[in-house]
């Protein structure tokens, strides 16, 4: 007998544990039964499942299990792939009650919530923002309306700033009842920064024009605490970073660089925060198609992944990275290109470095290549309109098959271009400019530093019109190709 008392403690003991430590969401979805429904939640800009439970006979189901989930805004997802949201933070263990008729006009009304006060304020908050959003959209109409009205206007105006000033007062209520709430933490996330009037003298002139930018930038961040991860289960801090990264800082790699070491000193708050942050900036700007982003890429894996920073990372995949930038840092933007002294056809050598040209069209290219058999003949076209304004095109054939290289440059009258190849391997092109398909253009100055790359030939054309004022003449100038330097 008092064994058996004895597991029954036991067994009562393990599950007040089970329930102080675990989680137990009951769902009640009227109008659906006996099928599954799920538990997901967001992570930065994707959304994940992590429970699944099946709907009974009347539409109950429970999430439930013994460790307590992450903080986070979480979805209940229905079998139509709707879904509706819940907040998991401190409160695990309640219940709610809706309907299938997710995103109808008063499905938020209709939303029950028992044991959870910052569910209920969820909810409460939503049902607020939707009836202001309403009555803002309502007087939008209006003012489209009165545009010509000034009076009209005016007035109209005054109720969007009131409708303004009762979100923020709603939003601040909210903060002080529960400052450490996720709510709270999100609100405080969304909250737009107040920017100062920029200084001016005494006549009333503005006296640093770039001030309230600069101000913004800086200031940006100001309402993100980096030290909780919460906000990562959350679309608010991926959208933060997002436009930050796009629309706020300049978008030049010194200024992308210089911002991205101060929001990842930041971030170090909390090492998720961190891993986040430094993996979204190395996926950006590795999977960029902006010119020149690839300097930021560099800079990052350099300077944090293959510094130690990147603790979550196998050494296979740091290996992958370091490979990868032995193959970007010889031919970033603004650096003189890597040096070739490579051969022609009939065995003449030429060296990169001792062309004397305003520009240099560096152009990787092999006959085989469907699109370089479009795009050279246009190349060669362009060329006879802007070689005699200092332009040069040092062509190298990326193969070693001579014969159908030699003819491919006789029928399209190539000659007059410095026709190169490597059968010996000895330049290391693949390597010192990237090339792992065709074609390939790398734009020089006349020190040989690189001032645009990887671009079509309409931005050929663009960059060395605007940059150094080489512009196609309206009637074709053409060279003689017996008077080629070849």
């Not at 309502?138 to 009205?149: Q, Y």
């Not at 100038?477 to 070849?486: C, F, P, V």
Request: glycine share 4%; with cysteine.
């Amino acid at each position: 007998m008092k064994k058996i008392i004895a597991l029954f403690i036991l067994f009562s003991i393990s599950s007040t544990f089970v329930l102080a430590d675990g989680y137990k969401i009951k769902v009640t979805i009227d109008g659906l039964k006996d099928t599954s429904i799920y538990l997901g939640y967001h992570f930065g800009d994707k959304k994940y499942v992590t429970d699944t439970t099946r709907l009974n006979s009347k539409g109950v189901g429970i999430f439930e299990g013994n460790k307590k989930l992450d903080g986070g805004i979480y979805l209940i997802v229905l079998p139509s792939k709707t879904y509706f949201e819940i907040i998991i933070d401190k409160d695990q263990n309640f219940s709610i009650e809706a309907d299938t008729a997710v995103f109808s006009n008063n499905y938020l009304r209709n939303i029950k919530i028992s044991g959870s006060e910052e569910n209920s304020q969820f909810y409460a908050y939503q049902i607020f923002m939707s009836d202001e959003s309403k009555k803002a959209q309502d007087i939008r109409k209006l003012m489209n309306k009165e545009k010509n009205n000034a009076d009209s206007t005016k007035i109209l105006k005054e109720e969007t700033d009131n409708i303004d000033k009762e979100v923020k007062d709603y939003w601040a209520k909210i903060i002080e009842k529960n400052p450490d709430g996720l709510l709270s933490a999100v609100l405080k996330a969304l909250t737009e920064i107040d920017v100062p009037e920029a200084p001016k003298d005494e006549n009333g002139n503005i006296t640093d024009s770039t001030f309230r930018y600069r101000y913004y930038k800086q200031h940006y961040f100001d309402y993100i605490d980096f030290s909780d991860n919460r906000l990562l289960r959350t679309p608010v801090y991926n959208s933060k970073l997002s436009y930050f990264f796009s629309r706020v800082v300049l978008q030049h790699p010194d200024s992308i660089i210089a911002e991205a070491h101060r929001i990842l000193e930041a971030a170090r708050a909390d090492s998720l925060v961190f891993q986040y942050t430094l993996q979204y900036l190395f996926n950006k700007y590795n999977s960029s198609n902006i010119m020149g982003f690839d300097e930021v890429f560099v800079d990052i894996a350099e300077n944090y992944y293959l510094a130690g920073d990147a603790t979550w990372a196998d050494s296979a995949f740091l290996a992958k990275v370091a490979e990868r930038l032995i193959k970007l840092k010889p031919n970033l933007l603004g650096q003189k290109a890597p040096n070739m002294k490579l051969p022609s056809p009939d065995g003449r050598y030429y060296n990169l470095y001792d062309i004397d040209a305003k520009a240099i069209l560096v152009y990787f290219w092999d006959p085989d290549c469907g699109h370089c058999k479009k795009v050279i003949p246009k190349v060669h076209e362009y060329y006879e309109q802007v070689w005699d304004q200092g332009v040069e095109v040092f062509a190298v054939y990326t193969q070693i098959e001579k014969e159908k290289w030699e003819k491919f440059i006789d029928d399209n009258g190539l000659g007059d271009w410095i026709n190169v190849y490597d059968p010996y391997g000895t330049s290391n092109f693949r390597i010192n400019y990237d090339i792992y398909s065709t074609p390939v253009v790398y734009i020089l100055d006349k020190d040989k530093k690189i001032i645009a790359k990887r671009i079509d030939l309409d931005t050929v054309k663009k960059i060395l019109e605007e940059e150094m004022g080489i512009k196609p003449k309206t009637e074709e100038i053409k060279k003689d190709s017996t008077e080629s330097d070849n």
